[in-house]
């Protein structure tokens, strides 16, 4: 089973940043980061095919693509892979967010 992460500013108490990460701060964001794609559709394939509607930024590590997806104001990554923590860090630091486990 996969460990589900978010990077959220839901439990800063104040500060200049907005409480939310804003879509469109995230298209910004992610767009300068050129490791990162954007897609409104996840597929995930094996025995079987299933498609997710979302707004997912697709992180390019060697041959594998591993989604950050955008949802109600907070970024979700699975830590899956091991090499998603440092980037998770990262774009969380980047965004004056934290990651928490969730």
Not at 61 to 79: L, N, T
Request: glycine share 10%; charged share 20%.
């Amino acid at each position: 089973m996969s460990q589900r992460f978010r990077i959220t500013r839901g439990f800063q108490e104040n500060g200049n940043l907005a409480q939310i990460i804003s879509l469109e701060e995230c298209k910004r964001y992610f767009t300068s980061k050129p490791d990162f794609s954007y897609t409104s559709v996840f597929t995930v394939s094996g025995a079987t095919s299933m498609s997710i509607e979302g707004d997912f930024f697709m992180w390019s590590y060697g041959d594998i693509k591993i989604p950050f997806r955008h949802y109600q104001g907070d970024i979700y990554v699975s830590g899956t892979n091991e090499a998603v923590i440092p980037k998770m860090i990262e774009v969380a630091g980047d965004l004056g967010a934290e990651v928490m486990e969730g």
